[in-house]
């Protein structure tokens, strides 16, 4: 797991199955030859059925480098839509790099996980994968009943606040790829509108549609969580 060097993380073992190796590195540069280092002593000292990872650039690189000198199956998995997207490569100019190697490694690889059926057409096209097995569409999994089984009374009786009737609650990246500002559209639509939206979010606000305000895309990487409050139609 990257994780900068300032920070001092420690190997962790969570279970009997489960060890965690942070790669102590002093910036993202030095990341690849890090996770190379552990990887590879742990691949001398124990036997790997399989090596998994967890995107097809830096990650993948690694991998592939373990499969062709320790000769371990390789699977890659694709949590986005990378391949070709003109979305994504526009995003910064690295990912136009990160797309050619992403697509040199998915096509070394011995499997593919993707999260959609959309994605997998798309892989069996730009790759020209000629056995469709090759890539599982395995989404990732949801343990919903930590959140349904939870009472949230108390924050809709603290932010409501007999003012609105519904609640949006966001956790993740302020990245232009989570289209944040459609989502709060989305929400709006069904709004009754005698009052305008409300947010409550970290600084750096950009004004919406309606009134609401949204913490800055650029103002961090890190995940940020912030409640929607609107009236909808009954």
Same mark, same amino acid.
């Given at each position: 797991?990257y ?23 002093k ?44 000769k ?18 526009n ?43 090759k ?32 609640? +949006? *609650?966001?956790? #993740?990246?302020?990245? %232009?790829?989570?289209?944040?500002? @459609?989502? &709060?559209?989305?929400?709006? !639509? ?16 950009? +004004? *919406?549609?309606? #009134?609401?305000?949204? %913490?800055?895309?650029?103002?961090? @990487?890190? &995940?940020?969580?912030?409640? !929607? ?6």
């Amino acid at each position: 797991i990257y994780s900068p060097k300032e920070l001092g993380l420690k190997p962790q073992n969570w279970a009997n199955n489960l060890w965690i190796y942070p790669t102590d590195s002093k910036c993202k540069i030095m990341f690849v030859l890090d996770a190379l280092k552990i990887a590879t002593k742990i691949c001398r000292e124990r036997k790997m059925d399989l090596i998994t990872t967890e995107d097809p650039f830096t990650t993948g690189l690694i991998g592939f480098l373990l499969k062709k000198r320790f000769k371990i199956p390789l699977n890659v998995q694709v949590h986005i839509d990378f391949c070709d997207n003109v979305y994504w490569l526009n995003m910064r100019k690295i990912n136009k790099f990160f797309n050619r190697l992403g697509k040199f490694i998915l096509r070394r690889t011995d499997t593919i996980r993707v999260g959609t059926y959309n994605e997998k057409k798309k892989l069996i096209k730009k790759l020209n994968v000629k056995k469709e097995d090759k890539i599982s569409v395995i989404p990732v999994n949801l343990d919903l009943k930590k959140s349904s089984n939870v009472n949230g009374d108390l924050i809709k009786q603290r932010h409501l606040n007999d003012r609105f009737n519904q609640m +949006l *609650l966001f956790t #993740g990246r302020l990245v %232009p790829q989570k289209d944040i500002p @459609t989502l &709060l559209k989305a929400a709006t !639509f069904s709004a009754a509108v005698p009052l305008p939206p409300e947010i409550i979010a970290p600084a750096c606000p950009i +004004l *919406l549609p309606g #009134g609401a305000v949204l %913490p800055a895309t650029k103002a961090t @990487t890190g &995940l940020v969580t912030f409640f !929607f409050m609107y009236n909808a139609a009954s």
